[in-house]
């Protein structure tokens, strides 16, 4: 059931990139993904969530930014970055959930090892 995160690495301030999040057939189907950050020395927080029937959630330092979709075809959550700045650099996190409304990692279960962002100035 462990989600799977990739797609990260080093892009200058600016840029963009896509993150993508493998999950089981199941999660896709009933569950909420959550896409959470940790970035060194900081605890670990909500970026965005999306949930089986598409319903999204975004915290307010990514809104407009940040764009999550769902692949059917492949049973992948996506999110799209762009603008990045250099406070993005952190390893994200995706994890299941029940709802998108839940913001604390507590609520979310199923964590894989994360993918590391680093943006530059």
């Known amino acids: 059931v462990q989600l799977q995160a990739s797609g990260g690495g080093l892009v200058q301030a600016g840029g963009s990139l896509r993150l993508s999040c493998a999950v089981s057939e199941r999660t896709f189907n009933s569950y909420a993904v959550g896409w959470f950050r940790q970035a060194p020395g900081k605890e670990r927080e909500f970026v965005a969530a999306?949930?089986?029937?598409?319903?999204?959630n975004y915290a307010d330092s990514v809104k407009g930014r940040f764009t999550l979709s769902r692949d059917s075809a492949v049973k992948m959550v996506l999110m799209q970055m762009n603008s990045l700045k250099p406070d993005d650099t952190a390893v994200y996190y995706c994890?299941?959930?029940?709802?998108?409304?839940?913001?604390?990692?507590?609520?979310?279960?199923?964590w894989g090892q994360g993918t590391l962002v680093t943006v530059s100035s």
């Open positions: 999306i949930d089986w029937k598409g319903a999204k």
């Open positions: 994890a299941r959930g029940t709802t998108p409304w839940r913001t604390t990692p507590r609520d979310y279960a199923h």
